[in-house]
């Protein structure tokens, strides 16, 4: 069974422009997750996806959007980017029927500001 | 100039010991917890989790107990191996209070992370 797949690898900005992000689950699964992970704060929570509806959201500016697709894929959106968004950006899939679910992920998209 | 970043904890071991990573967590309504494995490159992988209403659970190789009374948790692993070398992550999974609002789906809250070191 494929794992969760996140493209592209690596992506290079420059301030002000949008960004586009890619994430196919699991097989089976219905619930996407992403998370912004940065040196300086760690692995945070952006939202949750499940049959094509956001669930949960975290704090993150409206700048950071997201939309799930009909065969659960996900896209992420970062407009008007700026320095502080360069991260690694992770996907998770999971099943979506509990509250409490492990959740797999992907290797994520490094993006680079400049 | 100096980066400003997580001081994450570190455990250095030899080949054949047994490590022990421990993580502290605030939120007394936390209910479900996971271990996480990041190697370099790569996302967290899943490696054990366990529920409140448990102790204590086990895998191969690999054992979690939890204490709610001073809400610690730790990951034990069983002769590590250099193959082990990575950043450790414990994340918890908050169930929101009653009538609040929100959902805790999809969302975990993860601790700052343990580097792990085994040499040959």
């Known amino acids: 069974k494929a794992g969760v797949t996140q493209t592209p690898r690596y992506l290079i900005k420059t301030r002000g422009q949008q960004v586009t992000l890619s994430c196919s689950p699991i097989s089976g699964h219905r619930s996407v997750s992403w998370y912004q992970q940065t040196p300086g704060q760690g692995l945070q929570f952006l939202f949750e996806y499940f049959s094509e509806t956001q669930r949960n959201k975290g704090n993150f500016p409206g700048r950071f959007s997201g939309r799930q697709f009909s065969n659960s894929r996900s896209e992420m959106n970062v407009s008007t980017l700026e320095l502080g968004d360069s991260a690694l950006y992770l996907c998770?899939?999971?099943?979506?029927?509990?509250?409490?679910?492990?959740?797999?992920f992907g290797s994520g998209t490094q993006l680079s500001v400049l | 100039g100096e980066s400003v970043g997580l001081h994450l904890p570190t455990l250095s071991v030899q080949e054949g010991d047994n490590s022990i990573i421990n993580c502290a967590y605030s939120n007394s309504a936390s209910d479900y917890f996971i271990w996480y494995k990041q190697e370099s490159g790569k996302g967290p992988q899943f490696i054990i989790d366990?529920?409140?209403?448990?102790d204590k659970r086990q895998g191969q190789r690999v054992t979690v107990l939890l204490n709610k009374t001073v809400k610690h948790l730790s990951l034990q692993i069983a002769a590590t191996q250099p193959g082990d070398s990575a950043v450790y992550f414990c994340a918890e999974n908050t169930r929101p209070e009653g009538g609040a609002g929100g959902t805790s789906y999809g969302k975990l809250t993860f601790g700052q992370g343990t580097i792990l070191t085994v040499h040959p």
């Open positions: 366990i529920r409140s209403n448990m």
């Open positions: 998770a899939s999971s099943l979506g029927l509990l509250l409490n679910e492990k959740l797999f």
